[in-house]
């Protein structure tokens, strides 16, 4: 099924195996599952789901569970920090919600702030950078990509 976006002038083309559905309910039946398809893409970036060594039936089914495992605990422990700790770094006009990635790039931000430069346990290097160094070292470590 052929479809041009309005907005950018965009082509683009759909298919499904059931011919019954109209071009409408094709369109709205991928936008609906498009969060699905982000949360795979996302696992397969950052979590390396699509890089298996194995490809045996037992080795997926104990790795690609363990990925998920991690998603969860990253969202939780994203889910914990406090609300004004929750904004993406990157935000723009039409963005509308927090994708995996943000709140992977936000628990990664706190955990080099919290555990690394805040841990007395640190060498004594990380005590003498200053705020500003710091934030940068920061911004260039904790981003995902």
Not at 109 to 119: A, H
Not at 120 to 133: A, E, L
Request: hydrophobic share 40%; proline share 5%.
């Amino acid at each position: 099924m052929y479809s041009k976006d309005s907005c950018n002038n965009r082509e683009e083309y759909f298919y499904t195996n059931n011919l019954k559905l109209s071009k409408k309910q094709v369109i709205e039946g991928i936008i609906s599952r498009w969060p699905i398809e982000t949360l795979f893409e996302e696992s397969k970036q950052h979590l390396k789901i699509g890089g298996l060594k194995g490809y045996c039936q037992r080795s997926i089914l104990t790795t690609v569970p363990a990925c998920f495992i991690m998603m969860s605990i990253i969202v939780l422990l994203f889910l914990n920090l406090p609300e004004e700790k929750q904004k993406p770094a990157i935000f723009w006009k039409g963005k509308e919600v927090i994708t995996f990635t943000d709140m992977l790039t936000i628990v990664r931000r706190e955990i080099w702030i919290q555990w690394i430069f805040k841990n007395p346990m640190s060498p004594k290097g990380f005590w003498k950078v200053n705020t500003k160094s710091m934030e940068f070292l920061i911004n260039g470590l904790a981003p995902c990509d």
